[in-house]
């Protein structure tokens, strides 16, 4: 059994051109191949997109060989050919240069080719979002091989192709959010039915991984002792946070914190993306870290802190296991020391850190400074910072009892998440993986933009008009 697949190509005038695709052939009576393979199926679109292709571009051009302006026929100045990348491989078309026509020849070039300037990147749309969306999700290397296993591009992309791909759409969204930050692009309009019920934000540390530039610097330094040698060994600090709506709709948002101009303006820039209002209060819980000062400091919105509560329970949680090891030990009052324990954190769950803040340091100075029994100087040592922790942040602790009564957030672990989904899943757990500041930078915008459904297929451009259609447009505006 044979099977012969053939198109036809139809043009506006009514004629046609037969085209044969794919010839495939199965032996009579048997099952070992039932339907297409994949090599077959891929041979098949291939096929059909290269005729197709190669037919759009001959009518490109054949709608490009007058002049706009005189309607004259353009000379033919040489011919050559420029490769495409599709979903369905990689296309050689013919791109003839035109000499410009003389009515216009004061313009400085004296030739051009219309399909080289309509098809810039070479790329097309969609094989650009499908490499940038699952690079987004998977190593550089395992997105390249699950492309070629899946499509026919065996020869139209690379694992440094498809990275080039990725911090090429990356720059390009970071240079969208500089632009709305020198106010050279408007956000959208405020809007009073969002409303941000929670924000957090923190941060992650990836291996680093020395940029072709700084070991280029490492290499003069060798060689002329004036220059300053780069800094060596440092990690890559990746700020992650994530806003909570109030219809429980999450957006995050993520950068390096080396890679931008103002960490604050970019907390700004994200929650004005959103459409929540100048003047419209927004509760930021964070864990105490450094960090999150530079996260927030300067912005121009009206932050409420708060301290996590899950971080502080943690906390609580070691003293109470260095107390199980001296069950007998009494407090200054006479009560058990797992009794002030418990005491101290439902005092701090209702928002009296101050009291709780007393009691564990009435604990940690009955112990003494130099605890001889080794249980005794864990729970010494757990309780010092406990309460120095509390302390430090006094003025984050909030009534946590009746906030989460209300259904208010109480903790980071919308910010653990969000790290964990902008940075981890993609660049660290497992992976092995070192970064560039700029590599990673560059990859957390193409995620962030993925993450919240804002990676959008770019358009191609619209069809050429003819000499005709322009002077019947020019005739219609005359006329009206």
């Known amino acids: 059994m044979r099977m012969v697949i053939e198109a036809r190509l139809e043009n ?35 096929e059909a997109q290269r005729a197709l292709v190669n037919a759009q571009a001959h009518d490109f051009v054949t709608a490009s060989r007058h002049c706009l302006q005189c309607g004259a026929a353009l000379s033919i100045k040489a011919k050559h050919t420029i490769r495409y990348r599709t979903v369905f491989g990689k296309m050689t078309i013919d791109s003839p240069q035109l000499r410009v026509c003389k009515c216009s020849q004061n313009t400085g070039s004296k030739s051009f080719s ?23 999700h998977l190593p550089y290397a395992v997105a390249t091989a699950l492309l070629k296993e899946t499509l026919p591009v065996d020869r139209a992309i690379s694992i440094s192709g498809l990275r080039n791909c990725v ?43 020395t940029s072709r530039q700084e070991q280029d610097e490492a290499k003069l330094a060798q060689y002329f002792p ?7 060994g440092r990690h890559v600090n990746i700020i992650a946070g994530r806003a ?19 960490a604050a303006t970019r907390l ?79 005092l701090t769950w209702h928002g009296k850190g101050s009291e709780a803040v007393e009691r564990l340091k009435s604990l940690h100075d009955m112990i003494g400074l130099a605890p001889e029994d080794p249980a005794c100087r864990a729970l010494w040592w757990n309780l010092r910072g406990t ?13 946590y009892g009746w906030r989460y009564q209300r259904g208010m957030p109480i903790s980071s672990s919308i910010a653990e998440s969000a790290v964990n989904e902008v940075v981890s899943l993609r660049c660290a757990k497992k992976r092995q993986m070192r970064w560039t500041n700029k590599g990673a ?10 993450l919240n459904g804002e990676l959008k297929m770019r358009d191609m451009p619209g069809r050429r008009r003819t000499f005709t259609e322009k002077k019947n447009d020019d005739h219609c505006q005359c006329v009206a």
Not at 37 to 44: H, N, V
């Open 12 to 46: 506006n005038t009514g004629g046609s051109v037969p085209i044969r695709l794919a010839e495939f052939e199965r032996a009579d009576g048997e099952l070992k191949q039932v339907g297409l393979s994949l090599a077959e199926g891929k041979s098949l679109v291939y």
């Open 114 to 136: 219309p399909l080289a300037a309509a098809l810039r990147g070479r790329l097309s749309p969609e094989l650009e979002y499908l490499q940038v969306k699952w690079a987004a």
């Open 167 to 209: 911090w090429a759409v990356g720059q390009e969204l970071d240079d969208a959010t500089e632009r709305a930050i020198r106010g050279e692009r408007a956000y959208p309009p405020a809007d009073s039915k969002v409303k941000i019920v929670a924000l957090a934000v923190d941060s992650a540390w990836l291996r680093h991984r």
């Open 226 to 232: 004036s220059k300053k040698l780069p800094s060596t």
């Open 244 to 262: 909570v709506r109030g219809d429980g709709s999450c957006k995050v948002y993520g950068y390096v914190n080396r890679e931008v101009t103002s």
């Open 268 to 346: 700004d820039h994200f929650l004005s993306e959103q459409g929540a209002a100048q003047d419209q209060k927004i509760t930021i819980v964070s864990d105490g870290a450094g960090e999150f000062e530079k996260a927030v400091d300067g912005s121009q919105r009206p932050l409420t802190r708060i301290l996590d509560w899950f971080h502080i329970a943690m906390k609580f949680r070691a003293i109470e296991q260095s107390a199980q090891k001296v069950p007998d030990l009494l407090a200054p009052n006479g009560r058990s020391v797992q009794d002030e324990i418990a005491s101290a954190k439902w």
């Open 387 to 399: 309460y120095w922790y509390l302390q430090s942040n006094a003025q984050y602790l909030v009534n």
């Open 441 to 450: 930078h560059l990859l957390v915008q193409v995620r962030v933009a993925v």
